[in-house]
């Protein structure tokens, strides 16, 4: 699936790290959610999944977006 045909939940494009490169939330046609972030090696993911790390703040404004 290409970002373009995500929504976009979080940050606006205008910060410091660029349009494509910062923590994002996005969501799917179907209505699941797609995480953007730094990746994470707390614990090893089964094969198939991948572990990111976003900060709070980033989720907070996914929810907020989502009206939840």
């Known amino acids: 699936m ?3 045909e995500l929504t976009r939940l ?3 494009g ?3 790290c660029g349009e494509d490169d910062c923590p994002n939330v996005y969501r ?3 209505g ?10 707390a614990f090893s993911p089964p094969q198939g999944e991948g572990l990111v790390e976003i900060p709070e ?3 907070r404004e996914a929810v907020r977006a989502l009206g939840w």
């Open 2 to 4: 290409a970002r373009e």
């Open 10 to 12: 979080t940050g606006n």
């Open 14 to 16: 205008n910060g410091t």
């Open 28 to 30: 799917t046609a179907s």
């Open 32 to 41: 699941s959610i797609v995480v953007q972030g730094d990746v994470s090696d």
């Open 57 to 59: 703040r980033v989720l």
